[in-house]
């Protein structure tokens, strides 16, 4: 929804990056939180800064509302640098992720409370706080406070304070981390057209890839203090670089290699764990004798018990293990060489369990496409 | 069955029909008997000694003063009680007095107490770790010393030949001309060194009320405010403050009402000229055994301090509503 919106600021080599984050490190005493990150984001993006715990997507966050000041580095946005601009006079708010909202203030309240600071008259301002409510649907709620409200309702009134203040930069703290199931569907969806209709860069921080990719523009995958790769997230998702974010964005098989020839298009890995030989669409940079990793999503993969015609990366093993989630189904596959490949099968025929691809126990054929796999060096 | 276990207790219904003639006595031992027990126990306290005394003083405060052993008695004709000590409390300038100088005091006391525990509960909240408990155990060191030696200390403290006394002395000389030097700060024996003392001792019960109080707010309502555009102190005033009232409240009323009845310090260090009504109650019963009197004045001050008791009921009732 997004995507088409900004106009993929990030590949026209002109544009000024509205958010720039340049050599950042923060340390905590000996504990280096973010390591030396140097990021852009551009106007209207919607970015999300996705990593485990610990992985220094907050203080990243927290750095650029100005409640951490980096160790290292400097912070512009808008072109101003910020790096030493108190959070009080920064253009950038942010929504908690417990959504810290008063609670000894009404819905009201806490809407127009960042508008006391600007300059507007009273009127102007109960005319902004009113606009807000709408934006979240809120209007019927304006004289409750926190407490009476639900948690899905909770987060909106933490999204129009916010947003009342018409920031340049909106910080989400895991948005959705809260809420139940159904309600992250809806409210995700909401996110992305308040951000569409507002035009404000939203920066989002999560642990959870799928709020990551379903929402975001762009994705930066942070471990340990690193930002890991940066990409749209079918770039993320089906061209990782590194084995750590192929293995935490969904999930991946891999099995490792070496480089036995490459042609102009192909490369040949020879695998003890597929016992045999894959052929893969060949990286640019790979050598004859490289220790690699072939990596396959589960989807990607066919599964039958029929052997296939073409014999290319094809090979035979045992189903294991069989879950059934009623869209698809997830193979556990045992090769003889006793390594495991999962294997995904949308369920697109209707039928019952006997008429499944396979059972337990059942001798089925594997096999993918070279243009299906990503080849990784170690 | 009526009147046995509530449903919250989780009987299975099958069991409530309890064949066999289960009576509720046995059924109320069998399921509640040790929560009742327990919850009884400082119901029972309180009525042995708090609300049977308070009925004796009650019916003393209704009585004659005699000369006799027990120094009261009550008239032998209807309506058997006299109101004349309440009559005599509202028309002898004395207890009003008294009164009013306690409220002063405790008020003065109260505020000062407010003014310095504030900055100090809030330091202690956000300090960090090992420094917090450091900081929380210095401010109940005192207790560890009789109450009694610590007022001591501070009448040796405060009397004209101390060190204190003659420090502050030289203090204040550098300020006077020559001709209106003074020989030493007239402290004892006055308002103001109950005041001081009342501060002193009674400081912690603000101080405590108040960190339990800081000490549970949740730091990112600051960061929230800060964000939102309100520097430092705009948000102390519009996020700490309201919603530390709670703790103000409780470590207020801490300190003022038995700041009001005090008897030990405005003894030890007070004016007798101007004396509080703990003092005033002390002379009643033990100078002039007056005991109705004595028990008329301190169902009065029970009756005045209930007002800010109740307001703090009220509190205690609406945070425990907000917390949900």
Not at chain 1, 183 to 197: A, D, P, Y
Not at chain 2, 163 to 172: A, H, M, V, Y
Request: aromatic fraction near 10%; include cysteine; charge should be neutral.
């Amino acid at each position: 929804m997004g995507i088409e919106n900004t106009g993929k600021a990030w590949e026209t080599p002109k544009t000024e990056p509205f958010i720039r984050i340049e050599n950042v490190t923060k340390k905590f005493s000996d504990f280096i939180a973010v390591n030396n990150v140097s990021l852009d984001i551009y106007k209207g993006e919607l970015f999300a800064l996705l990593g485990g715990s610990g992985c220094g997507k907050t203080t990243l966050l927290r750095m650029l509302s100005g409640f951490e000041s980096p160790t290292e580095g400097r912070v512009w946005i808008d072109g101003q640098d910020m790096t030493s601009v108190p959070p009080y006079e920064r253009p950038v708010n942010m929504m908690f992720q417990s959504y810290a909202l008063f609670p000894h203030m009404t819905v009201e309240q806490n809407v127009g409370y960042g508008l006391k600071h600007e300059k507007l008259t009273k009127a102007q301002r109960q005319d902004r706080v009113k606009q807000m409510l709408d934006l979240v649907q809120l209007s019927q709620f304006a004289g409750r406070k926190p407490h009476q409200l639900s948690g899905g309702q909770r987060q909106r009134v933490a999204l129009a304070r916010a947003l009342a203040k018409q920031p340049k930069v909106l910080l989400l703290d895991e948005p959705l981390g809260a809420l139940d199931k159904k309600l992250r569907e809806h409210t995700q969806f909401e996110i992305m057209n308040i951000q569409e209709k507002t035009g404000i860069t939203f920066v989002v921080v999560t642990h959870d890839q799928e709020e990551a990719m379903t929402l975001s523009t762009r994705i930066a995958v942070m471990d340990r203090g690193i930002i890991r790769q940066t990409g749209t997230p079918t770039e993320i998702y089906e061209f990782p670089k590194t084995k750590f974010v192929a293995d935490f964005i969904g999930s991946i098989n891999q099995f490792a290699g070496t480089v036995k020839s490459v042609t102009k298009d192909k490369a040949v890995v020879a695998c003890a764990d597929w016992a045999g030989e894959i052929t893969v669409d060949r990286d640019a940079s790979v050598a004859v004798g490289q220790n690699v990793s072939v990596a396959v999503r589960p989807e990607k993969i066919s599964i039958s018990k029929k052997a296939p015609a073409k014999t290319l990366n094809a090979i035979e093993g045992k189903v294991i293990d069989l879950g059934y989630f009623g869209k698809d189904s997830l193979y556990r596959v045992k090769l003889p060489s006793s390594a495991l490949v999962r294997v995904n099968r949308v369920n697109d025929q209707r039928g019952r369990e006997t008429e499944r691809v396979a059972q337990w126990e059942d001798k089925v054929w594997l096999a993918f496409e070279p243009s299906a796999a990503i080849l990784l060096k170690d | 069955m009526a009147g046995v276990a509530p449903q919250n207790s989780g009987p299975l219904p099958q069991e409530l029909e309890l064949p066999g003639g289960k009576t509720g006595f046995r059924n109320w031992l069998d399921r509640n008997a040790w929560r009742d027990i327990i919850i009884a126990v400082p119901y029972i306290w309180l009525i042995l000694f708090f609300v049977a005394p308070f009925i004796i003083i009650i019916a003393m405060s209704l009585a004659q003063s005699v000369i006799a052993q027990p120094p009261f008695r009550f008239d032998e004709t209807w309506p058997y009680v006299t109101f004349e000590n309440f009559e005599r409390l509202f028309s002898d300038y004395v207890y009003l007095r008294g009164y009013l100088t306690s409220l002063r005091n405790a008020l003065i006391a109260t505020a000062l107490c407010l003014l310095l525990g504030y900055p100090m509960a809030l330091g202690i909240a956000r300090a960090k770790g090992v420094w917090r408990n450091i900081l929380l155990l210095l401010v109940i060191l005192p207790f560890w010393t009789s109450f009694l030696l610590r007022v001591y200390a501070w009448m040796g403290m405060m009397g004209s030949n101390s060190w204190f006394n003659r420090g502050l002395t030289s203090l204040i000389n550098v300020f006077l001309p020559a001709a209106s030097e003074i020989n030493s700060v007239p402290m004892m024996n006055s308002n103001f060194a109950v005041i001081l003392v009342v501060v002193y001792s009674y400081l912690p019960f603000m101080i405590l009320p108040l960190f339990a109080n800081l000490e549970k707010l949740d730091f990112t309502l600051n960061e929230a405010a800060m964000d939102l555009g309100s520097k430092p102190m705009t948000v102390f005033r519009d996020v700490t403050l309201p919603l530390s009232i709670p703790g103000i409240v409780a470590g207020c009323l801490l300190v003022f009402i038995p700041a009001t009845g005090e008897l030990v310090i405005p003894s030890l260090v007070g004016n007798a000229g101007d004396p509080m009504i703990g003092r005033v109650i002390n002379d009643e019963f033990s100078l002039n055994r007056h005991w109705p009197m004595a028990s008329a004045i301190a169902v009065a001050l029970l009756m005045l301090l209930v007002v800010p008791i109740m307001l703090y009921n009220r509190m205690q009732e609406r945070a425990a509503e907000g917390a949900k």
